[in-house]
Each structure stands twice: as C-alpha cells, then as structure tokens.
C-alpha cells in the first residue's frame, strides 16, 4: 500500500481491507471523506465551466 495516498478512493485490491476487524472504523472514514472530497472538486469544476459560458 506503498502508492495509496490520503484522499484517495479505494481499488478493487485493497477492497478487503474492510473485512478487517481493528480497520473497519477507518477504513469507512476514509472512504467517506475522499468521496466527499471527490464531489466538491467535480462541482467547482462544473461551476467554473458554466461561468465561462456565461
């Protein structure tokens, strides 16, 4: 898991870590805050092309 970085959605790879007892907790946390990340930098993205076409 050298190249798996903060933020980052999770691969089909490492997708068992879930089953893990002990990472479960921040294993989810990390799932949650990344796609959150994911959807706001998609929405400032599709505001500033609007904002270019008007």
Do not use: P
């Not at 980052?8 to 946390?29: A, N, S």
């Not at 990390?30 to 930098?41: C, H, Q, S, T, W």
């Amino acid at each position: 898991m050298g190249n798996k970085r903060k933020g980052q959605l999770t691969t089909d790879i490492e997708w068992h870590k879930h089953l893990r007892k002990i990472g479960k907790r921040f294993f989810w946390k990390g799932e949650r805050l990344a796609e959150k990340k994911m959807i706001n930098e998609n929405l400032t993205e599709l505001e500033n092309e609007n904002n270019k076409k008007l």
